[in-house]
C-alpha cells in the first residue's frame, strides 16, 4: 500500500491535477475565509482511526474538500493579508517535483545537481542585493525566523567565538541586540534559542514614520556599554509586517560600523523592492549590511516556504555550524564543494531552492519587476479609494501596505469600532484584512496587495465592503487609540 500499482498512480496523478488546476481557475470566486467550525472538523475526521485502509482517491477527494471548506484562501486576490502569496504556477510544479523525487540536502554527494542549484541562486540573489557574488555566501531557509535565528548566531559567532564552544556563561559580558519597536517577534525567539534571554532585545522606539529611532539607538548603546553590557547586533527592518516601513538604512550601517557592531537587515518581504528600479532607491544601504533576511515565499510568490539567509563574511557560516559527523557521505571530500549540512542549522533537509529556479526561470527577473510593479500600484490605488471614501491613511511607505483609519466619525480610529470592521469583513468571507498596533499612531486596519493576482476590481471589492461595514455599525464612543 506504500507504493501504489502503475493504473492506480496514473489515476491518482490525474486527480491531483485536476483538482490542483480546479483550484487555481475558481478560488476567486468563493469565499476568501473559512466558516470557523472546529467540532464539525473533528467530527470529520472522526472515521480516520487508520484501522482499516481508505481508497487513495477517495482520501484525496476528502482532502480536497476540507481544504475548500476549512482554510483562510490565501491565493485569493482578495487576501489582503500576512505576506502570504497566490504560489506561482511553476512553484507549484517544482514542489510536485521535490517530492516525487526527494532529494536530501545534506551532503553535497548525494544531491550535487540541487546543492549547487542552490549556490546559483545564493550568488544571483546576493548580486541583486549589492553583495558581491563571488563573496557572499547563504543558504536557504525554512522562512525568515529561522533565517533571523541565523543571524543571530552568526552574529554571536563573529563578535564572540568562545560561545561556540562554551555558551553564554562563558562571554565576559551580557550580549545585547537592538531592533525596532516595530520589528519582528522572531528576533525574541531566536535570543531565546541561542542562550541569551528576551532581557537582551533592547527595542528601540520609533520615530512619527515609524522607523527605528537613530539617536535613541546610540543612546541606548552608549548606556549599554557604560552599565557592561556587549551590544553584537543591530537587526534593521526593511518593510515591518505592521505598516511596511523601511528603517534608516545609511544611518544605521555608520552605527554598526562606528561601534564594530554587525548589521543584520530583516527584509523578509520589503526586500524584494529591490528588483524594481523605482523601489529600489528605499533599501540604499542594504549592500553595507553584513546579513540579510529575506523570503521568497513571500513577495516572489512560490510556495511555502522558502526563506534565504545572506551574507558578504566568508566562511561565518562554517565556523558557526560545522561540526565534524563521521557518519556523513565522503564521497566529495577532495572536492571543491561545501556540504549543506556544515552551514546551516538545519540537517536533512528539503529542496527548497527549486521552486525558486523554476519560478525566477519562466518569469526572469522582468518578469518579477511587473508583477511587483503591478501590486505597488494596486496599493496606491488602495490608497486613493479610500481617500475618496472618507477613510484616512496612518503609514508612510513606498511598499503596498496601507493602514488606514475611518474619518467619517469621531472616533473612527477607536480600535474597538475598527475591530468589528475587519470582523465584519472576514466573517462574511468578503476578504481577510487585520487591524494592526502601530506604536504612537494607535491602531488601524492594515490591508497588504499580496498577491499578483489582485486587480482593480478587488479594491473595488474591498473598499465597498469596508463602506458597508463602517454603515452597519454604531458610531463609536470613545477612541482608546
Not at 529561522?146 to 562563558?170: D, I, M, Q
Not at 545585547?176 to 525567539?189: N, P, T
Not at 557592531?261 to 518581504?269: G, M, N, Q
Not at 479610500?386 to 508612510?396: A, F, I, K, M, T
Amino acid at each position: 500500500m506504500l507504493f501504489l500499482d502503475k493504473e492506480t498512480r496514473e489515476r491518482l496523478w490525474t486527480r491531483v491535477t485536476q483538482a490542483l488546476e480546479d483550484y487555481a481557475e475558481e478560488v476567486e470566486k468563493g469565499r476568501v475565509t473559512p466558516q470557523l467550525e472546529p467540532g464539525r472538523i473533528r467530527d470529520l475526521l472522526e472515521p480516520f482511526d487508520f484501522s482499516k485502509p481508505h481508497d487513495p482517491l477517495a482520501a484525496v477527494d476528502f482532502i480536497v474538500e476540507g481544504l475548500h471548506e476549512y482554510q483562510t484562501h490565501t491565493p485569493h486576490p482578495r487576501y489582503y493579508g500576512l505576506f502570504n502569496p497566490a504560489p506561482t504556477t511553476m512553484g507549484v510544479a517544482a514542489d510536485s517535483l521535490v517530492a516525487g523525487f526527494n532529494p536530501q540536502l545534506a551532503a553535497w554527494s548525494h544531491s550535487p545537481f540541487a546543492i549547487e542549484m542552490e549556490r546559483h541562486l545564493v550568488a544571483s540573489f546576493a548580486e541583486r542585493f549589492g553583495y558581491r557574488p563571488e563573496q557572499a555566501e547563504g543558504t536557504f531557509a525554512t522562512g525568515g525566523a529561522e533565517a533571523n535565528h541565523t543571524a543571530v548566531l552568526t552574529a554571536l559567532t563573529r563578535a564572540f567565538p568562545e560561545y561556540l564552544r562554551h555558551g553564554v556563561k562563558s562571554l565576559r559580558a551580557q550580549p545585547v541586540l537592538y531592533i525596532s519597536s516595530e520589528g519582528h517577534d522572531s528576533l525574541a525567539k531566536a535570543a531565546r534559542m541561542c542562550g541569551l534571554g528576551t532581557e537582551a532585545v533592547r527595542e528601540i522606539a520609533v520615530d512619527s514614520s515609524l522607523r527605528m529611532s537613530t539617536d535613541l539607538l546610540r543612546q541606548q548603546i552608549q548606556e549599554d556599554l557604560e552599565e557592561g553590557f556587549a551590544p553584537f547586533l543591530i537587526v534593521a527592518t526593511a518593510g515591518t509586517t505592521g505598516a511596511g516601513t523601511i528603517d534608516p538604512l545609511p544611518e544605521l550601517v555608520e552605527i554598526a560600523a562606528g561601534e564594530g557592531i554587525w548589521l543584520h537587515v530583516d527584509a523578509a518581504w520589503g526586500g524584494a523592492a529591490v528588483l524594481v528600479p523605482e523601489l529600489g532607491a528605499a533599501l540604499e544601504g542594504i549592500e553595507q549590511s553584513d546579513s540579510i533576511t529575506f523570503d521568497a515565499h513571500k513577495w516572489l510568490s512560490v510556495p511555502m516556504g522558502a526563506g534565504l539567509y545572506l551574507t558578504r563574511h566568508p566562511q561565518i557560516l562554517e565556523r558557526t555550524f560545522k561540526v565534524a559527523a563521521d557518519y556523513m557521505p565522503k564521497e566529495a571530500a577532495d572536492l571543491d564543494v561545501t556540504d549543506p549540512y556544515a552551514v546551516t542549522m538545519q540537517w536533512s533537509r528539503r529542496f527548497i531552492g527549486l521552486k525558486v529556479f523554476l519560478s525566477l526561470a519562466v518569469a526572469g527577473w522582468q518578469g518579477y519587476e511587473e508583477a511587483i510593479r503591478h501590486q505597488t500600484a494596486m496599493g496606491n490605488e488602495l490608497r486613493q479609494e479610500l481617500g475618496s471614501h472618507g477613510w484616512r491613511v496612518v503609514n508612510e511607505t513606498p511598499l503596498p501596505v496601507v493602514c488606514f483609519v475611518d474619518r467619517t466619525r469621531p472616533n473612527g480610529d477607536s480600535p474597538e469600532f475598527l475591530d468589528q470592521i475587519s470582523r465584519t469583513i472576514v466573517d462574511a468571507g468578503e476578504a481577510w484584512i487585520s487591524t494592526a498596533r502601530l506604536g504612537a499612531h494607535g491602531t488601524a486596519l492594515r490591508a497588504c496587495i499580496t498577491n499578483f493576482r489582485t486587480g482593480s476590481e478587488d479594491i473595488a471589492a474591498l473598499v465597498s465592503a469596508l463602506n458597508r461595514a463602517r454603515s452597519s455599525l454604531p458610531s463609536p464612543t470613545t477612541s482608546d487609540s
